[in-house]
């Protein structure tokens, strides 16, 4: 038997512990197979060009060759012996301190180890293989691989770019950050409007007034029962092609024009001095955080409310018009005008990302309704009798005890309808919308044929835009956890 005495971390007087140069031996093994497996599979037994692949990519990134840089394989060869050493790091930190036993066979720590290894390594070889066949096979049909397409042009046009200027002779490149752009435009505004219409939605279906409370059940009912795909298409082609014709554009006063070739909002002038607007307006939204801070601590400590709602609208609306004023109103705008050849002037909504946003927000919404209806109802309604007793109202009740009890539920649910925003705007596609999965993942690919690199690309940006979303709500989702004494 071991001696149960040896404290953690050392052994037996005068006995030798193999362990830590047997989990270097197979960590260096590990990445020995992973980079045979990869010169056999990929590389045509090549050790020079396996080691090629990289090494180029630290000079790629110094010599500002993107499209050199993005090579998977050169970042696999590095990213692979990296988690290795981490994993190994990690063993002489925890594994490592624990007591040796005696006999290495039976060491767990040891055992696990190497199983874990041996894994690593049974998964790096099933890499290689696909990888290869992939490669093999786009080198017979005479399509090159790499990402050296990003930087060629695409000679293809995109009808909507609010932010990057685009035109045909842009490369592949900037169709990628086009069609992000156009993804990111959609989801945030669908986040943003979907969260407004489910909390009141939510809320509506509490509510004592029975046609109220109706109305916001049928709502939800019909809304999740609905297809997405099939909702896009009702909004797009039966509602949005409702509108009147081009020439004959419904007036909608100083808000534009809308007609069924989109909506035409007033496009603003900035002339000398409306930078001064902009920092006014920067300004009263720090002012505004500053106030609903001091407020909050305020209450904590006397009890007493302070009117943030009317603070804040009063500055963000405030301050800058002020500084419209005080700098000679810099800012006109240019209305748009109907003709005979249709809408001039002013800026365009495309009916295809209003579509595509109605619907959306409106399926959302519903979603999101019965999460934050849940939220409340999960709250005791031990805490609304108190406040009704302490004097509160049932709006402000709801406000300042409810919601933010009901929110330690609601935000987890609330995080995977984000996610679920962002992911089903890739059916944009249905409807013409120009976004990251219709012009890089459609257009892109047809025109030059990079299969794998570009829905590589087009997976890892979606994975991407997931863990930044789950990370930011995680990060508020901590702010208002209970605290455990």
Not at 77 to 106: C, H
Not at 107 to 117: G, I, K, Q, S, V
Request: charged share 10%.
């Amino acid at each position: 038997m071991a001696n149960q005495d040896v404290a953690a971390g050392t052994v037996a007087k005068g006995q030798f512990d193999p362990r830590p140069v047997l989990v270097i031996a197979m960590a260096i093994a590990c990445v020995i197979f992973f980079w045979w497996s990869a010169r056999d599979h990929f590389f045509d037994f090549s050790a020079a060009r396996t080691l090629a692949a990289a090494t180029d990519i630290p000079a790629a990134l110094f010599s500002g060759r993107l499209g050199d840089a993005l090579s998977f394989v050169g970042w696999a060869l590095i990213l692979f012996p990296l988690m290795i050493l981490v994993r190994t790091l990690y063993w002489f930190e925890n594994e490592g301190r624990q007591s040796y036993a005696g006999n290495p066979v039976n060491d767990a720590t040891l055992r696990n180890y190497f199983f874990e290894m041996l894994l690593l390594g049974f998964l790096g070889f099933c890499l290689w293989f696909l990888v290869g066949n992939a490669v093999r096979n786009l080198a017979a049909a005479n399509i090159a691989s790499g990402f050296a397409f990003l930087g060629r042009n695409s000679g293809f046009a995109i009808n909507q770019s609010p932010f990057i200027p685009y035109s045909e002779a842009s490369t592949y490149g900037m169709v990628y950050w086009v069609g992000l752009q156009n993804t990111l435009v959609v989801a945030l505004t669908a986040i943003l409007l979907s969260t407004i219409l489910g909390f009141i939605v939510g809320i509506s279906r509490l509510s004592k007034n029975w046609i109220v409370s109706r109305l916001a059940y049928a709502y939800v009912e019909i809304m999740r029962n609905i297809p997405l795909l099939l909702w896009i298409f009702i909004w797009y082609f039966s509602v949005l092609r409702l509108l009147p014709e081009k020439q004959a554009a419904l007036d909608l006063g100083s808000l534009g024009l809308l007609s069924i070739a989109g909506y035409y909002a007033p496009k603003p002038l900035f002339g000398a001095g409306a930078g001064y607007i902009g920092l006014a307006f920067l300004a009263a939204i720090a002012l505004s955080v500053a106030v609903s801070i001091w407020a909050r601590r305020r209450q904590l400590d006397t009890g007493e409310q302070f009117p943030v709602f009317w603070t804040v609208l009063g500055l963000v609306i405030g301050l800058p018009l002020a500084a419209y004023f005080a700098t000679g109103m810099p800012v006109s705008f240019e209305m748009p005008s109907a003709s005979r050849f249709g809408t001039k002037g002013g800026i365009r909504v495309f009916p295809e990302f209003m579509g595509l946003t109605f619907a959306l927000v409106t399926y959302t919404s519903s979603y999101i309704a019965e999460i934050v209806r849940a939220g409340i109802l999960a709250v005791h309604k031990g805490q609304s009798e108190a406040a009704h007793a302490l004097g509160f109202r049932n709006g402000t009740a709801l406000r300042l005890v409810i919601v933010p009890q009901a929110m330690r539920v609601i935000i987890p649910p609330l995080t995977n309808q984000f996610l679920n925003v962002t992911k089903n705007s890739s059916l944009a596609v249905a409807v013409a919308y120009p976004d990251l999965v219709g012009t890089f993942m459609g257009t892109a690919l047809n025109q030059t044929g990079q299969a794998v690199e570009i829905i590589l690309m087009t997976m890892l940006t979606y994975l991407s835009l997931s863990l930044i979303t789950s990370f930011f709500m995680n990060i508020y989702n901590s702010r208002i956890a209970l605290v455990e004494r």
